[in-house]
């Protein structure tokens, strides 16, 4: 069965790609529950320092997802860039190894 996509998504589908903004880098920090309990949040604001540090927030996109799959070792992230389109994970972060 084919659902037909919501008013919503046909709208993102109707974007031209000119308006969608391409980034360098593409930074997924898991803040799910296990990975807030060990610092996610720190790490993400760690993360957030650095790339307004290196001066690259128009070149990184950071978001937060809800799990990525490996919670006992957390806080966990993956960043996908142009170098490595298939991601590199980090598992157990803490805020001092901000990647
Ligand atoms: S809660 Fe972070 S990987 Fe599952």
């Known amino acids: 069965m084919c659902r037909k996509p919501s008013p919503r998504k046909?709208?993102?589908?109707?974007?031209s790609p000119q308006r969608i903004r391409h980034y360098e880098?593409?930074?997924l920090i898991c803040t799910g529950s296990d990975c807030k309990k060990r610092g996610a949040k720190e790490t993400r604001k760690a993360i957030k320092s650095e790339i307004r540090l290196e001066s690259i927030l128009g070149e990184v996109r950071l978001d937060t997802v809800d799990?990525?799959?490996f919670c006992k070792?957390?806080?966990?992230?993956?960043?996908?860039d142009g170098?490595?389109?298939?991601g590199t994970w980090h598992?157990?972060?803490?805020?001092?190894?901000?990647p």
Do not use: F, M
């Open 83 to 86: 170098t490595d389109p298939k």
């Open 73 to 80: 070792y957390g806080p966990n992230a993956i960043i996908y």
């Open 67 to 69: 799990c990525l799959g």
């Open 25 to 27: 880098s593409h930074v």
């Open 91 to 98: 598992l157990g972060l803490d805020e001092s190894e901000a």
């Open 10 to 15: 046909r709208n993102l589908l109707k974007r």
